[in-house]
């Protein structure tokens, strides 16, 4: 043994020290990939490497967006396409969240439902488009729907797997105290499984926005698609461009939503990564 109790060949553990970060520096670093983006888009641009026919440049860009706002074109097409996606999205987020829970907390839900829903879920929603226009026209009601068949599934899988993770001793205690199935579910069930709640809502929000450019591109007359369908026509890329970033910025907004309702909800988690 050496001076430091140490056996020879073995080094002292050096436990590693975290910096906690501040949330400003954390947003500046977040928000250096999207600058290097633009500046590279910029800088193409104006060398001549990406020429207007190919993809405007961020100055017509934004020339567009003040164009689209100023004739109310944008900020129609904004509600038209987010009433779409809030709906779609509830209607997918309330059935996931139902079947999630019948077949995670009861067995008689499990054998009757699961194996159909896993079959439904392996078929991709765009292959549904098709059939949703045959069935419901070309009207709101299938670009609505279609979203809602796309949401539903990410719910169901992460509400059936979290219902499944609850600790059974806790839920058999709750029981012996008599506690009924209802204000079990909603007492025990739902807390427990709240990550896998949120986690699911995350990937549907994203899928609600996915399934909402699939949707718009049903003979839609208003919308962002509809923005999209006529700037081709017309070769504007400059508006192509606005309407792509359009569907971006709903992407990341509704990712951010959920961050931040996992930090309200849960606070006692520490977000992956955050003090490395």
Request: net charge positive.
């Amino acid at each position: 043994m050496s001076d430091t109790g140490l056996h020879p060949g073995l080094v002292r553990p050096r436990p590693q020290r975290r910096r906690a970060r501040s949330r400003t520096y954390s947003a500046t670093v977040r928000t250096l990939g999207p600058l290097a983006l633009l500046v590279l888009w910029w800088a193409a641009s104006a060398t001549g490497l990406l020429t207007p026919d190919v993809l405007a440049s961020p100055a017509e860009v934004l020339r567009a967006v003040g164009e689209l706002w100023g004739n109310g074109q944008l900020p129609d097409a904004l509600t038209t396409s987010l009433t779409r996606s809030a709906l779609g999205l509830l209607i997918g987020l309330a059935a996931g969240l139902v079947l999630g829970i019948t077949t995670g907390f009861t067995r008689l839900g499990d054998e009757l439902l699961d194996s159909s829903i896993q079959t439904l879920r392996t078929i991709p929603f765009l292959s549904l488009v098709p059939l949703f226009m045959v069935w419901f026209g070309i009207n709101e009601t299938a670009k609505i729907l279609l979203i809602a068949v796309a949401t539903t599934f990410p719910m169901y899988v992460s509400t059936s797997s979290g219902v499944r993770n609850t600790d059974p001793e806790l839920i058999e205690a709750m029981r012996s105290f008599g506690m009924g199935r209802l204000a079990l579910v909603r007492e025990v069930v739902l807390p427990g499984a709240l990550p896998s709640l949120l986690a699911g809502l995350r990937l549907s929000m994203t899928l609600s926005v996915i399934a909402l450019i699939a949707a718009e591109e049903i003979n839609a007359t208003a919308g962002i698609g509809y923005l999209m369908s006529q700037a081709q026509s017309y070769a504007r890329t400059d508006i192509l461009a606005v309407c792509i970033l359009v569907y971006g910025l709903l992407g990341l907004t509704a990712d951010v939503v959920v961050r931040l309702l996992e930090r309200l909800l849960m606070p006692w988690r520490t977000p992956q990564g955050a003090t490395r």
